[in-house]
Protein backbone atom coordinates (compact mmCIF):
# COMPACT_ATOMS: atom_id res chain seq x y z
CA UNK A 1 0.00 0.00 0.00
CA UNK A 2 2.64 2.72 1.12
CA UNK A 3 5.00 1.25 -1.82
CA UNK A 4 1.68 1.90 -4.26
CA UNK A 5 1.38 5.66 -2.84
CA UNK A 6 5.17 6.76 -2.98
CA UNK A 7 5.02 5.55 -6.09
CA UNK A 8 1.54 7.67 -7.22
CA UNK A 9 3.78 10.83 -5.37
CA UNK A 10 6.96 10.32 -7.45
CA UNK A 11 4.85 10.09 -10.23
CA UNK A 12 3.04 12.94 -9.68
CA UNK A 13 6.16 14.79 -8.97
CA UNK A 14 7.76 13.91 -12.16
CA UNK A 15 4.82 15.07 -14.33
CA UNK A 16 5.20 18.39 -12.42
CA UNK A 17 8.63 18.34 -13.22
CA UNK A 18 8.42 17.75 -16.62
CA UNK A 19 5.53 20.22 -17.07
CA UNK A 20 7.62 23.03 -15.81
CA UNK A 21 11.18 22.18 -18.27
CA UNK A 22 8.61 22.40 -20.82
CA UNK A 23 6.97 25.40 -19.64
CA UNK A 24 10.11 26.75 -19.27
CA UNK A 25 11.40 26.23 -22.43
CA UNK A 26 8.77 27.34 -24.13
CA UNK A 27 8.55 30.62 -22.40
CA UNK A 28 12.59 30.76 -23.46
CA UNK A 29 12.09 29.80 -26.62
CA UNK A 30 8.41 31.96 -28.03
CA UNK A 31 8.04 34.09 -24.73
CA UNK A 32 9.44 36.49 -22.40
CA UNK A 33 12.43 38.26 -24.05
CA UNK A 34 13.95 39.14 -20.85
CA UNK A 35 14.07 36.02 -19.27
CA UNK A 36 15.77 34.76 -22.81
CA UNK A 37 18.77 36.15 -21.40
CA UNK A 38 18.81 33.51 -18.61
CA UNK A 39 20.38 31.06 -21.42
CA UNK A 40 23.51 32.43 -20.87
CA UNK A 41 23.65 30.40 -17.52
CA UNK A 42 23.82 27.22 -19.82
CA UNK A 43 27.49 26.68 -19.83
CA UNK A 44 28.86 26.30 -22.80
CA UNK A 45 31.70 24.06 -21.84
CA UNK A 46 35.65 24.70 -22.25
CA UNK A 47 38.48 24.26 -24.50
CA UNK A 48 40.91 22.21 -22.66
CA UNK A 49 44.00 23.83 -21.52
CA UNK A 50 45.83 21.40 -23.93
CA UNK A 51 44.26 22.94 -27.02
CA UNK A 52 44.19 26.22 -26.18
CA UNK A 53 47.67 26.27 -25.54
CA UNK A 54 48.40 24.71 -29.33
CA UNK A 55 45.68 25.98 -31.68
CA UNK A 56 47.12 27.61 -34.47
CA UNK A 57 45.06 28.91 -37.37
CA UNK A 58 47.01 29.41 -41.07
CA UNK A 59 45.78 33.25 -41.10
CA UNK A 60 46.17 34.26 -37.36
CA UNK A 61 48.94 32.17 -35.93
CA UNK A 62 48.78 31.36 -32.28
CA UNK A 63 44.83 31.63 -30.85
CA UNK A 64 44.66 33.19 -27.96
CA UNK A 65 42.06 31.22 -27.21
CA UNK A 66 42.44 31.63 -23.00
CA UNK A 67 41.62 35.14 -23.40
CA UNK A 68 38.03 34.50 -23.52
CA UNK A 69 37.14 32.37 -20.65
CA UNK A 70 33.29 32.92 -20.32
CA UNK A 71 32.92 31.02 -23.59
CA UNK A 72 33.48 28.04 -25.62
CA UNK A 73 36.74 28.82 -27.67
CA UNK A 74 37.27 25.26 -29.59
CA UNK A 75 35.45 22.28 -30.53
CA UNK A 76 35.79 18.61 -29.75
CA UNK A 77 37.67 18.23 -33.34
CA UNK A 78 39.92 20.66 -32.54
CA UNK A 79 38.78 23.73 -34.58
CA UNK A 80 39.64 27.26 -32.90
CA UNK A 81 35.77 29.36 -32.09
CA UNK A 82 36.91 32.46 -33.04
CA UNK A 83 35.56 35.56 -30.51
CA UNK A 84 36.57 38.81 -30.60
CA UNK A 85 40.16 39.16 -28.02
CA UNK A 86 41.39 35.50 -29.21
CA UNK A 87 43.04 36.78 -32.79
CA UNK A 88 45.39 39.48 -33.68
CA UNK A 89 43.39 41.05 -36.64
CA UNK A 90 46.36 42.82 -38.20
CA UNK A 91 48.37 39.48 -38.67
CA UNK A 92 45.48 37.95 -40.69
CA UNK A 93 45.36 40.83 -42.55
CA UNK A 94 49.29 40.60 -43.56
CA UNK A 95 48.77 37.00 -44.26
CA UNK A 96 45.98 37.45 -46.55
CA UNK A 97 48.01 39.69 -48.44
CA UNK A 98 50.71 37.87 -48.71
CA UNK A 99 49.30 34.78 -49.85
CA UNK A 100 47.67 37.45 -52.61
CA UNK A 101 44.09 36.54 -52.31
CA UNK A 102 40.83 36.88 -54.05
CA UNK A 103 37.75 36.61 -51.30
CA UNK A 104 34.29 36.17 -52.83
CA UNK A 105 31.40 37.31 -51.12
CA UNK A 106 27.80 35.83 -53.04
CA UNK A 107 24.67 37.11 -51.77
CA UNK A 108 21.03 36.61 -53.45
CA UNK A 109 18.80 39.08 -53.68
CA UNK A 110 15.16 38.07 -55.39
CA UNK A 111 11.70 40.08 -55.66
CA UNK A 112 11.48 42.55 -52.95
CA UNK A 113 14.14 41.30 -50.55
CA UNK A 114 16.47 43.42 -53.38
CA UNK A 115 15.20 46.87 -52.76
CA UNK A 116 14.73 46.27 -49.03
CA UNK A 117 18.01 44.82 -48.36
CA UNK A 118 20.74 45.30 -51.51
CA UNK A 119 22.07 48.53 -51.19
CA UNK A 120 22.54 48.74 -47.64
CA UNK A 121 24.04 45.01 -47.36
CA UNK A 122 26.69 46.33 -50.25
CA UNK A 123 27.37 49.53 -48.70
CA UNK A 124 28.45 48.71 -44.89
CA UNK A 125 30.54 45.48 -46.65
CA UNK A 126 32.42 48.30 -48.27
CA UNK A 127 33.15 49.65 -45.38
CA UNK A 128 33.85 46.78 -43.03
CA UNK A 129 34.15 43.04 -45.14
CA UNK A 130 37.44 42.29 -45.87
CA UNK A 131 38.90 45.90 -46.24
CA UNK A 132 42.34 46.26 -47.64
CA UNK A 133 41.50 42.59 -49.61
CA UNK A 134 40.88 42.19 -53.49
CA UNK A 135 37.25 41.44 -53.04
CA UNK A 136 34.66 40.16 -55.84
CA UNK A 137 30.96 40.17 -55.02
CA UNK A 138 28.64 38.04 -57.02
CA UNK A 139 24.46 39.05 -56.34
CA UNK A 140 22.57 36.81 -57.74
CA UNK A 141 19.30 38.23 -58.72
CA UNK A 142 15.92 38.27 -61.43
CA UNK A 143 16.83 41.47 -62.15
CA UNK A 144 20.20 42.59 -62.96
CA UNK A 145 19.24 46.37 -63.62
CA UNK A 146 17.93 46.80 -60.72
CA UNK A 147 21.11 46.29 -58.38
CA UNK A 148 22.86 49.49 -57.15
CA UNK A 149 25.67 50.59 -58.69
CA UNK A 150 28.18 52.65 -56.64
CA UNK A 151 31.99 53.07 -56.40
CA UNK A 152 33.96 50.19 -54.85
CA UNK A 153 36.79 50.43 -52.87
CA UNK A 154 39.97 49.64 -54.96
CA UNK A 155 40.52 45.68 -55.83
CA UNK A 156 36.91 45.43 -55.43
CA UNK A 157 34.52 44.50 -57.61
CA UNK A 158 31.08 43.83 -58.51
CA UNK A 159 29.14 40.97 -60.49
CA UNK A 160 25.48 40.54 -61.38
CA UNK A 161 24.21 37.45 -62.00
CA UNK A 162 20.86 36.46 -63.28
CA UNK A 163 18.42 33.99 -61.36
CA UNK A 164 15.05 32.80 -62.70
CA UNK A 165 12.62 34.03 -59.64
CA UNK A 166 11.19 31.06 -58.19
CA UNK A 167 7.50 31.13 -56.84
CA UNK A 168 7.88 30.04 -53.71
CA UNK A 169 10.28 32.05 -50.92
CA UNK A 170 11.29 28.82 -49.71
CA UNK A 171 12.70 27.64 -52.85
CA UNK A 172 14.42 30.58 -53.56
CA UNK A 173 16.21 30.43 -50.51
CA UNK A 174 16.98 26.44 -51.38
CA UNK A 175 17.56 27.15 -54.89
CA UNK A 176 20.48 28.75 -54.06
CA UNK A 177 22.35 25.98 -53.14
CA UNK A 178 22.43 24.57 -56.79
CA UNK A 179 23.02 28.25 -58.04
CA UNK A 180 26.70 28.66 -55.82
CA UNK A 181 27.18 25.18 -57.05
CA UNK A 182 27.44 26.14 -60.56
CA UNK A 183 28.91 29.80 -59.83
CA UNK A 184 32.06 28.07 -57.77
CA UNK A 185 32.33 25.66 -61.08
CA UNK A 186 32.90 28.72 -63.06
CA UNK A 187 33.62 32.37 -62.94
CA UNK A 188 32.86 32.98 -59.47
CA UNK A 189 35.62 29.61 -58.73
CA UNK A 190 38.40 30.85 -61.15
CA UNK A 191 38.40 34.35 -59.67
CA UNK A 192 38.35 33.57 -55.76
CA UNK A 193 40.37 31.40 -53.78
CA UNK A 194 37.93 31.77 -50.28
CA UNK A 195 33.64 32.51 -50.54
CA UNK A 196 31.63 33.99 -48.20
CA UNK A 197 27.67 33.13 -48.89
CA UNK A 198 25.92 35.42 -47.09
CA UNK A 199 22.19 35.86 -46.83
CA UNK A 200 20.76 39.91 -48.09
CA UNK A 201 18.72 40.69 -45.04
CA UNK A 202 21.85 41.58 -42.44
CA UNK A 203 24.65 44.23 -42.64
CA UNK A 204 27.71 44.85 -41.77
CA UNK A 205 28.68 46.87 -38.61
CA UNK A 206 32.31 45.91 -37.38
CA UNK A 207 35.28 44.48 -39.20
CA UNK A 208 34.81 41.42 -41.04
CA UNK A 209 37.94 40.28 -41.96
CA UNK A 210 40.48 37.11 -43.01
CA UNK A 211 40.54 35.85 -39.31
CA UNK A 212 37.44 34.75 -40.28
CA UNK A 213 38.94 32.67 -43.37
CA UNK A 214 39.55 28.52 -43.32
CA UNK A 215 39.10 26.19 -45.58
CA UNK A 216 35.53 25.44 -44.21
CA UNK A 217 33.78 27.95 -41.92
CA UNK A 218 30.37 27.63 -40.09
CA UNK A 219 28.71 29.89 -37.63
CA UNK A 220 27.28 29.38 -34.34
CA UNK A 221 23.19 30.66 -34.84
CA UNK A 222 22.73 33.65 -32.34
CA UNK A 223 19.67 32.23 -31.04
CA UNK A 224 20.73 29.04 -30.56
CA UNK A 225 24.76 28.96 -28.80
CA UNK A 226 24.07 28.23 -25.21
CA UNK A 227 21.20 25.77 -25.85
CA UNK A 228 21.56 22.31 -25.13
CA UNK A 229 22.26 19.81 -28.07
CA UNK A 230 18.25 17.60 -27.31
CA UNK A 231 16.41 21.35 -28.02
CA UNK A 232 18.40 22.33 -30.88
CA UNK A 233 16.11 22.91 -33.80
CA UNK A 234 17.42 20.02 -36.18
CA UNK A 235 15.24 18.22 -38.79
CA UNK A 236 14.25 15.37 -36.62
CA UNK A 237 11.61 13.69 -39.41
CA UNK A 238 14.26 10.42 -40.65
CA UNK A 239 12.64 10.27 -43.65
CA UNK A 240 14.35 14.13 -44.82
CA UNK A 241 18.10 13.62 -45.73
CA UNK A 242 18.63 16.39 -42.82
CA UNK A 243 17.60 14.46 -40.39
CA UNK A 244 19.68 14.22 -36.80
CA UNK A 245 19.00 11.49 -34.52
CA UNK A 246 18.78 13.23 -30.56
CA UNK A 247 22.21 11.97 -30.22
CA UNK A 248 23.51 13.42 -33.53
CA UNK A 249 24.76 17.45 -33.66
CA UNK A 250 27.18 19.44 -32.25
CA UNK A 251 26.32 23.14 -32.59
CA UNK A 252 23.06 24.38 -34.64
CA UNK A 253 24.72 26.51 -37.13
CA UNK A 254 23.39 29.30 -39.02
CA UNK A 255 22.82 29.27 -43.08
CA UNK A 256 22.58 33.06 -43.15
CA UNK A 257 26.47 32.63 -43.21
CA UNK A 258 28.65 30.24 -44.55
CA UNK A 259 32.36 30.24 -46.46
CA UNK A 260 35.48 28.19 -46.98
CA UNK A 261 37.80 27.68 -49.68
CA UNK A 262 36.14 26.86 -53.43
CA UNK A 263 36.40 23.47 -53.24
CA UNK A 264 34.88 22.90 -49.87
CA UNK A 265 32.27 24.81 -50.93
CA UNK A 266 31.71 22.86 -54.00
CA UNK A 267 31.61 19.75 -51.87
CA UNK A 268 29.06 21.43 -49.24
CA UNK A 269 26.69 22.86 -51.99
CA UNK A 270 26.79 19.60 -54.07
CA UNK A 271 25.62 18.05 -50.69
CA UNK A 272 23.13 20.31 -49.67
CA UNK A 273 21.45 20.78 -53.50
CA UNK A 274 21.25 16.98 -54.00
CA UNK A 275 19.89 16.49 -50.05
CA UNK A 276 17.00 18.97 -50.85
CA UNK A 277 16.38 17.35 -54.28
CA UNK A 278 15.81 13.75 -52.49
CA UNK A 279 13.69 15.38 -49.93
CA UNK A 280 11.75 16.81 -53.03
CA UNK A 281 11.43 13.70 -54.47
CA UNK A 282 10.04 11.86 -51.68
CA UNK A 283 7.74 15.06 -51.10
CA UNK A 284 9.40 16.41 -47.98
CA UNK A 285 10.82 19.81 -47.00
CA UNK A 286 13.16 19.89 -44.38
CA UNK A 287 11.69 22.14 -41.09
CA UNK A 288 14.64 25.23 -41.55
CA UNK A 289 15.42 24.54 -45.95
CA UNK A 290 18.96 24.84 -46.78
CA UNK A 291 19.79 25.48 -43.13
CA UNK A 292 18.39 21.95 -41.93
CA UNK A 293 20.92 20.47 -44.22
CA UNK A 294 23.73 22.84 -43.95
CA UNK A 295 23.02 21.48 -40.40
CA UNK A 296 23.59 18.11 -41.84
CA UNK A 297 26.66 18.72 -43.44
CA UNK A 298 28.15 20.01 -41.13
CA UNK A 299 27.66 17.17 -38.65
CA UNK A 300 29.07 14.67 -41.18
CA UNK A 301 31.64 16.76 -42.39
CA UNK A 302 33.03 18.95 -39.52
CA UNK A 303 33.49 23.29 -40.28
CA UNK A 304 37.72 23.57 -40.21
CA UNK A 305 36.98 27.02 -38.18
CA UNK A 306 33.18 28.21 -36.01
CA UNK A 307 32.54 31.61 -35.94
CA UNK A 308 31.18 32.90 -32.69
CA UNK A 309 27.31 34.93 -32.41
CA UNK A 310 29.29 38.29 -32.82
CA UNK A 311 30.41 37.50 -36.72
CA UNK A 312 26.46 37.34 -37.44
CA UNK A 313 24.42 39.15 -34.34
CA UNK A 314 20.41 39.09 -33.95
CA UNK A 315 19.95 42.87 -32.30
CA UNK A 316 16.48 41.42 -31.41
CA UNK A 317 18.18 39.36 -28.43
CA UNK A 318 19.53 42.50 -26.94
CA UNK A 319 23.19 42.89 -25.67
CA UNK A 320 25.19 40.57 -24.07
CA UNK A 321 28.72 40.86 -22.32
CA UNK A 322 30.33 38.45 -24.00
CA UNK A 323 28.62 39.47 -27.61
CA UNK A 324 31.57 42.39 -27.36
CA UNK A 325 32.16 43.30 -30.92
CA UNK A 326 29.33 42.15 -33.36
CA UNK A 327 30.28 42.31 -37.46
CA UNK A 328 27.12 41.73 -38.35
CA UNK A 329 24.09 42.43 -37.71
CA UNK A 330 20.35 41.00 -38.51
CA UNK A 331 18.14 43.48 -40.29
CA UNK A 332 14.53 43.41 -38.80
CA UNK A 333 12.58 40.90 -40.31
CA UNK A 334 10.11 41.68 -42.22
CA UNK A 335 8.45 38.89 -43.61
CA UNK A 336 4.74 40.27 -44.60
CA UNK A 337 6.82 43.15 -46.69
CA UNK A 338 9.27 41.22 -48.19
CA UNK A 339 7.61 37.64 -48.71
CA UNK A 340 4.86 36.32 -51.05
C1 LIG B 1 16.50 31.75 -42.27
C2 LIG B 1 17.99 31.76 -42.43
C3 LIG B 1 18.34 31.56 -43.91
C4 LIG B 1 17.70 30.31 -44.50
C5 LIG B 1 16.19 30.37 -44.23
C6 LIG B 1 15.54 29.07 -44.67
C7 LIG B 1 18.24 33.68 -40.83
C8 LIG B 1 18.74 35.09 -40.68
N1 LIG B 1 18.44 33.10 -42.05
O1 LIG B 1 16.20 32.95 -42.91
O2 LIG B 1 19.75 31.48 -44.03
O3 LIG B 1 18.23 29.15 -43.93
O4 LIG B 1 15.91 30.57 -42.84
O5 LIG B 1 14.28 28.93 -44.11
O6 LIG B 1 17.75 33.08 -39.91
N2 LIG B 1 15.81 35.37 -50.54
C9 LIG B 1 15.51 36.28 -51.56
N3 LIG B 1 14.22 36.37 -51.98
C10 LIG B 1 13.22 35.62 -51.45
C11 LIG B 1 13.54 34.73 -50.41
C12 LIG B 1 14.83 34.62 -49.96
O7 LIG B 1 16.38 36.97 -52.07
O8 LIG B 1 12.07 35.77 -51.88
C13 LIG B 1 17.21 35.21 -50.11
C14 LIG B 1 17.72 36.43 -49.34
O9 LIG B 1 19.10 36.55 -49.53
C15 LIG B 1 17.39 36.04 -47.90
C16 LIG B 1 17.71 34.55 -47.92
O10 LIG B 1 17.29 34.09 -49.22
O11 LIG B 1 18.15 36.78 -46.98
C17 LIG B 1 17.02 33.69 -46.84
O12 LIG B 1 15.63 33.93 -46.82
P1 LIG B 1 14.94 34.67 -45.59
O13 LIG B 1 15.91 35.70 -45.10
O14 LIG B 1 13.59 35.09 -45.93
O15 LIG B 1 14.77 33.51 -44.61
P2 LIG B 1 14.86 33.61 -43.03
O16 LIG B 1 14.97 34.99 -42.56
O17 LIG B 1 13.78 32.80 -42.41
Request: charged share 25%.
Amino acid sequence: MALKEGLRTWKRHFRLLFLLIVGLSGLLLYGIPGLRHLEIFIPMGTCPPARMLLLRDNFTGLLRLWARPEVLTCTSWGAPIIWDGTFDPDMAQQEAIQQNLTIGLTVFAVGRYLEKYLARFLETAEQHFMVGQRVVYYVFTERPAAVPRRPLGPGRQLRVERVLRERRWQDVSMERMRTLHAALGGRLGREAQFVFCMDVDQYFSGAFGPEALAESVAQLHAWHYHWPRRLLPYERDARSAAALAVDEGDFYYHAALFGGSVAALRQLTAHCARAQQQDRARGIEARWHDESHLNKYFWLHKPAKVLSPEFCWSPEIGQRAEIRHPRLLWAPKEYALVRD
